[in-house]
């Protein structure tokens, strides 16, 4: 069942596994739940959120005559902090965001990137109402300022981050794994955006961070020497010497520089001509 449910592994420990689901959530096990539900069930997401807070609207509306808003949630982990709390996975009628960008605290200073997760708010305050274990699936929020007949709105999916946007979109031991890989897969000049724009200053520490980092372990009678922007590796195995060169070039690499190896005419050596990374394209 979690197979099916899970679109992207983000990161495993043990037996636990955090997944990112077909809608776009990141959760434990898919959010899949074998609590409140007899031992022969599971349960599962709804397949899409959204539209059943939109059929849950609508439905209310044609039997009831109420226009409210609906907002579907489920209990979710939060990195960094312990304990759980409600979320929203879907919702009608209720804007999930209160975006304060361009706007001015009481201190006149404007807000660029203050954007509140309003949904995400109401669900964890009726948590506290419905609470895990008392069988009530339902808490009406009274007084927020609803707005009668206001459009369905495209829902909860407004707040899934864009993945260009995700600077944690693997856990450490995956992100390891993924630099190891790319590190075996290095092409002849190696482009990273991390490296951009850099100055001389820092190209020459960031250089000086990788030697620091390879010498130790070279090959004994490989020699690495530093002129300018560039460094001339030299050595009696050729072997040992590609093998060095490469550690090298992975060190320049996680410091966000390019290097672009040329070999000594006497074939004794190359040099490793090292700069800012350009970044790739569409990425700049």
């Known amino acids: 069942v979690l197979t099916a449910e899970t679109a992207r592994t983000v990161a495993r420990r043990g037996h636990t596994r955090i997944v990112q689901t077909h809608h776009g959530f990141v959760m434990a096990s898919a959010g899949i739940d074998s609590s409140n539900v007899d031992r022969q069930h599971l349960v599962l997401l709804p397949k899409d959120p959204d539209a059943s807070?939109?059929?849950?609207?609508?439905?209310?509306?044609?039997?009831?005559?109420?226009?409210?808003?609906?907002?579907?949630?489920?209990?979710?982990?939060?990195?960094?902090?312990?304990?759980?709390?409600d979320i929203a996975l879907g919702a009608a009628g209720i804007d999930a965001l209160r975006d304060y960008r361009g706007e001015f605290d009481a201190y006149g200073n404007e807000m660029h990137i203050t954007q509140m997760a309003v949904i995400d708010e109401l669900s964890s305050a009726a948590e506290l109402v419905k609470?895990?274990?008392?069988?009530?699936?339902?808490?009406?929020?009274?007084?927020?300022?609803?707005?009668?007949?206001?459009?369905?709105?495209?829902?909860?999916?407004?707040?899934?981050?864009?993945?260009?946007?995700?600077l944690f979109s693997l856990g450490t031991a995956e992100a390891r794994s993924q630099a190891l890989r790319t590190a075996a897969t290095l092409t002849s000049r190696v482009a990273v955006l991390a490296?951009?724009?850099?100055?001389?200053?820092?190209?020459?520490?960031?250089?000086?961070?990788?030697?620091?980092?390879?010498?130790?372990?070279?090959?004994?009678?490989?020699?690495?020497?530093?002129?300018?922007?560039?460094?001339?590796?030299?050595?009696?195995?050729?072997?040992?010497?590609?093998?060095?060169?490469?550690?090298?070039?992975?060190?320049?690499?996680?410091?966000?520089?390019?290097?672009?190896?040329?070999?000594?005419?006497?074939?004794?050596?190359?040099?490793?001509?090292?700069?800012?990374a350009e970044p790739p394209a569409g990425r700049r």
Do not use: Y
């Open 195 to 276: 490296g951009a724009g850099l100055n001389d200053v820092e190209v020459a520490a960031a250089l000086g961070r990788a030697l620091a980092l390879v010498r130790p372990v070279a090959t004994p009678g490989t020699v690495f020497t530093v002129d300018g922007g560039s460094v001339r590796a030299t050595g009696t195995d050729p072997i040992a010497l590609g093998m060095d060169l490469h550690r090298l070039r992975i060190a320049l690499f996680a410091e966000g520089l390019a290097a672009t190896v040329r070999p000594l005419p006497d074939g004794a050596g190359a040099d490793v001509l090292v700069g800012p």
């Open 131 to 166: 609470g895990k274990s008392d069988l009530v699936p339902v808490a009406v929020v009274r007084g927020f300022g609803s707005r009668p007949g206001a459009p369905d709105g495209p829902g909860a999916a407004v707040l899934i981050r864009d993945p260009d946007q995700d």
């Open 53 to 85: 807070a939109r059929s849950l609207r609508g439905a209310l509306r044609e039997r009831l005559g109420i226009d409210v808003a609906v907002v579907v949630s489920d209990t979710m982990g939060r990195p960094w902090r312990v304990g759980l709390t």
